[in-house]
């Protein structure tokens, strides 16, 4: 596109910019407000109540430590798998893809409620079975904890980290490895001296971004936290707007303002990190060779490990849930449990109003929301990749920006302002809110398939008399039909399944999937939750084979 038409570039940074910034603004503002019904009435108490609450303290030691503990296990389980991934013979490998790819299309709600199915202190499934085996009178662990906590979301922010470590360890050139044992260093000390400072960036990099994941995360506290009264930010927050008979909302917004700044600056670190890896390049045109270093007899132990962690984050959650959605109460996998199975949970869901109307809002948002977050995100990715403006720049900044908003703090935002309109407790106000929240899935692939797509096709077309919509239609959509769809997929498989923004804004008549197995879990309908869970799980991969098949059929029809 050429600049000669800025009209395009400011339209979408005046959308972008309300959908982005507009929360942001009504946090600010309602910050200082005395409350929903008293908005513009301007004070300074709302921070001064949020700061001075004697809880807060325990609520932040709480909050370090969940997000460091789940990030620091998190960045070394990835650090351990990429390394025996690139650099190893381990056996297996397909395992590594299936750890880094299928785990991030289980929704974190259903993951975290896998794992209180299975160690929760009262009939978790494991505990029952280790009660009875081993004769004990009390349940050896509990779930409901700070450690539960970290251990669920360390093994939830895994992937990510993988994702971002495993390419930097594979592109390592190991002739700096051996030149340090060369000259008479260990294992441990290249380890050390060479191999981690080289991949530094890397690391710094999946640490910061895996700082940023739990800060935002409300699932794994909410199910495995609530229970246990252990708080961190993200809970505190949502009790202060849903509990008691006077919510402030101004409180919370002042105290979001503080995780929001956080959030925004560790997001800044990250882009800095990534953006400086140019200074630790290992690679050049002087030849490259890797090295497979050899396990020997720590091959099989290694293999059984990896296959366990998979069972662990793949295998288990899914069919645990499938188990206890079949089965009339926590019962222990048995004779007597497998003749007790019955349909009856599942009935019970499909006939339960509230249930049926959650599905269908939930479906409604993740067709129609995908369906426009991926028509804005093409022409902002249009606009960013074609026209190298500082509009261009400043549309690409806003695109990104809502990367770094915790849900539940840009929720509350959203809260401020939709109340102040008639799209207070409706699915539009959801819709609204989905698309700013998770803009950045759909501007990205599409991004990166534009730069693939020479501005020559597009001048050829105008040149040939076609209008920009024309050339758009039948010139460039249909080359970008696999990023399209990706970034469908992308959203609405989020739509499907996300709830730190949902929890805030729903209301009755607007109910969504998370919700309401949220819900099922506070009542403790294990059964009820798990079939609800299936379901959802189901609607999205139903939902990326249908993207699929119609891309391609669309792509096979515009090439024929």
Same mark, same amino acid.
């Given at each position: 596109m050429n600049p000669h038409r800025p009209g395009l570039t400011w339209s979408l940074i005046a959308i972008v910019g309300f959908l982005t910034l507009c929360p942001v603004l009504m946090l600010l503002l309602g910050s200082f407000s005395q409350g929903l019904t008293a908005f513009g009435h301007f004070t300074v108490a709302k921070y001064a109540a949020a700061y001075t609450d004697p809880f807060l303290l325990e609520v932040l030691g709480n909050t370090v430590i969940f997000v460091f503990g789940s990030t620091l296990l998190a960045t070394v389980l990835?650090?351990? @798998?990429?390394?025996?991934? *690139?650099?190893? %013979?381990?056996?297996c490998k397909p395992l590594f893809t299936v750890l880094s790819i299928v785990p991030m299309m289980i929704p974190h709600l259903l993951f975290a409620v896998s794992w209180a199915l299975l160690l929760n202190p009262s009939n978790g499934l494991l505990n029952l079975f280790l009660k009875d085996f081993l004769g004990l009178s009390a349940a050896p662990f509990n779930i409901y904890s700070l450690g539960g906590m970290i251990l669920v979301e360390g093994l939830l922010n895994m992937?990510?980290?993988?994702?971002?470590?495993?390419?930097?360890?594979?592109?390592?050139?190991?002739?700096?490895?051996?030149?340090?044992?060369?000259?008479?260093?260990?294992?441990?000390?290249?380890?050390?001296?060479?191999?981690?400072?080289?991949?530094?960036?890397?690391? @710094?990099?999946?640490?910061?971004? +895996?700082?940023?994941?739990s800060l935002a995360s409300y699932a794994v506290p909410r199910v495995l936290g609530t229970p246990g009264r252990v708080d961190v930010l993200a809970t505190y927050l949502y009790e202060m707007i849903s509990t008691g008979f006077a919510p402030d909302y101004g409180k919370a917004a002042a105290l979001g303002m503080s995780v929001l700044a956080a959030s925004i600056g560790l997001v800044v670190l990250y882009r800095a990190l990534t953006a400086s890896g140019d200074k630790f390049v290992t690679i050049s045109g002087r030849g490259y060779r890797p090295t497979v270093v050899e396990l020997k007899k720590a091959r099989t132990p290694l293999l059984i490990v990896i296959s366990v962690l998979s069972l662990l984050m793949v295998v288990l959650p899914v069919?645990?849930?499938?188990? *206890?959605?079949?089965?009339?109460?926590?019962?222990?996998?048995?004779?007597?449990?497998?003749?007790?199975?019955?349909? %009856?949970?599942?009935?019970?869901?499909?006939?339960?109003? *509230?249930s049926i109307l959650a599905?269908? %809002?939930?479906?409604?948002?993740a067709v129609v929301g995908a369906t426009l977050g991926v028509v804005l995100s093409l022409f902002i990715a249009y606009v960013v990749v074609k026209i190298r403006t500082r509009a261009s720049g400043l549309l690409e900044s806003l695109s990104f920006l809502s990367f770094s908003f915790p849900g539940i703090v840009i929720g509350i935002g959203f809260m401020w302002f939709f109340?102040?309109?008639?799209?207070?407790?409706?699915? %539009?106000?959801?819709?609204?809110?989905?698309?700013?929240?998770?803009?950045?899935? +759909?501007?990205?692939?599409?991004?990166?398939?534009?730069?693939?797509?020479?501005?020559?096709?597009?001048?050829?077309?105008?040149?040939?008399?076609? +209008?920009?919509?024309? *050339?758009?239609?039948?010139?460039?959509?249909?080359?970008?039909?696999?990023?399209?769809?990706?970034a469908w997929i992308l959203m609405a498989t989020m739509f499907v399944r996300e709830l730190t923004v949902s929890v805030v804004l729903s209301r009755p008549g607007s109910e969504v999937l998370a919700v309401q197995i949220l819900n099922f879990a506070d009542d403790g309908l294990w059964g009820k939750l798990s079939a609800l869970g299936i379901l959802m799980i189901l609607i999205s991969t139903g939902l990326v084979l249908l993207a699929a098949y119609a891309g391609r059929r669309f792509r096979e029809r515009s090439f024929a």
């Open positions: 990835a650090l351990v @798998l990429a390394y025996l991934n *690139t650099r190893t %013979n381990i056996p992937p990510i980290a993988y994702l971002i470590i495993a390419p930097a360890m594979s592109s390592f050139d190991v002739a700096l490895e051996e030149s340090s044992r060369v000259s008479g260093a260990g294992v441990w000390r290249t380890l050390w001296r060479v191999t981690l400072p080289v991949l530094r960036p890397a690391i @710094l990099a999946a640490f910061v971004l +895996g700082i940023v994941r069919a645990v849930l499938l188990y *206890t959605s079949l089965v009339p109460y926590s019962m222990v996998p048995s004779a007597q449990a497998f003749a007790s199975m019955s349909w %009856n949970h599942w009935v019970e869901v499909l006939q339960d109003p *509230t599905l269908r %809002n939930s479906l409604v948002l109340v102040q309109t008639p799209l207070y407790a409706t699915l %539009n106000a959801l819709l609204l809110a989905y698309i700013a929240a998770y803009l950045p899935y +759909g501007v990205r692939p599409l991004a990166s398939a534009f730069v693939q797509v020479h501005a020559h096709l597009e001048e050829s077309s105008l040149v040939c008399g076609a +209008g920009p919509l024309t *050339t758009l239609r039948r010139i460039i959509v249909p080359l970008l039909i696999p990023g399209i769809v990706s």
